[in-house]
């Protein structure tokens, strides 16, 4: 049985991960760690995990196989640099790092180390976003995601709101190899408060379109991809609409299908851990990840331009 550490109990941790490793507990031993003591005794007793410290020290003390990191993104690079070089395999929440040199460095080590480093992106594991990337010959791909009245620092909203359609839409594209044309676009606040970001890939074959507004009167996110059969539109991960000259055809989720699953998060998990069983390479590719992570740099550093 694997030995699997949580390092991180926050708000995304309790949502979307201990849920499904609570379930899990026949197939990984795991090992849970934050520093507030009630916050680890009342997780540890809701879902009846074995193994909890209030200590990074003894969590790197117990002989783990790999270990989930669910801290602030500040603290990316020291906690994955300090789990590679101890061997273990990695799985992190976006973004793995807010400075280019760090992610590359990051995977540079985990090829050394011959160990995975994975980034939930888990929009690729919804079986909807799933059933889209399958398309054969997708010419045109737009993701855009919004918000309502949303201010944030340009940065920041890219990294942690933009990071998971510009991903998506990739993810969509498949391998886009090195020919393709970039355009980016921001609009901004007197305080560099992002309001709406586009970047544009063109490809010998592809036009992808991603976009987040936050400005937008609702919260949602939407993949649509244009092939030869027809318009396919997945809309918040619940609902896939195939559009063609005969009509439209409406696929929604089944009510006994686990939210978590839906959005990608319990597929991502088994994927992760199947991945280190098997001895495979990471899910979600190294050169896939970087490029999402080098594009989001790359509207910032328009905007600054601008």
């Known amino acids: 049985?694997?030995?699997?550490?949580?390092?991180?109990?926050?708000?995304?941790?309790?949502?979307?991960?201990?849920?499904?490793?609570?379930?899990?507990?026949?197939?990984?031993?795991?090992?849970?760690?934050?520093?507030?003591?009630?916050?680890?005794?009342?997780?540890?007793?809701?879902?009846?995990?074995?193994?909890?410290t209030d200590s990074i020290e003894t969590l790197f003390a117990s002989h783990l196989d790999a270990l989930f990191i669910h801290t602030p993104t500040a603290t990316h690079y020291a906690l994955v640099r300090r789990a590679l070089e101890n061997g273990l395999h990695v799985f992190i929440d976006k973004p793995l790092s807010e400075k280019p040199f760090e992610v590359a460095a990051l995977y540079q080590l985990a090829k050394q180390q011959n160990r995975l480093l994975m980034v939930g992106f888990n929009r690729r594991f919804a079986p909807m976003i799933h059933q889209l990337a399958a398309l054969p010959a997708k010419h045109l791909i737009e993701v855009t995601k919004t918000r309502i009245d949303t201010l944030q620092p340009t940065p920041f909203a890219i990294y942690d709101l933009m990071i998971h359609p510009l991903d998506t839409a990739l993810y969509l594209a498949g391998d886009i190899g090195s020919d393709y044309q970039v355009r980016t676009y921001c609009q901004q606040t007197n305080q560099h408060e992002l309001l709406l970001a586009r970047i544009q890939l063109e490809t010998p074959h592809q036009l992808i379109t991603v976009t987040l507004d936050m400005q937008c009167g609702t919260n949602q996110e939407i993949a649509t991809v244009q092939t030869p059969t027809g318009r396919y539109t997945v809309n918040n991960l619940t609902e896939l609409v195939h559009q063609q000259a005969t009509g439209q055809q409406l696929e929604t989720v089944t009510d006994w299908t686990p939210t978590l699953t839906n959005r990608g998060f319990a597929p991502i998990i088994d994927a992760f851990i199947r991945a280190i069983e098997d001895h495979q390479p990471s899910p979600v590719s190294t050169a896939s990840s970087r490029l999402s992570h080098e594009l989001c740099q790359q509207i910032i550093e328009d905007a600054k331009i601008r």
């Open 1 to 52: 049985m694997l030995k699997i550490g949580v390092l991180g109990l926050g708000n995304i941790a309790q949502k979307a991960y201990l849920p499904v490793m609570a379930q899990m507990q026949d197939r990984v031993d795991w090992y849970l760690c934050t520093r507030q003591p009630a916050k680890l005794a009342q997780l540890q007793n809701q879902y009846h995990f074995p193994h909890a």
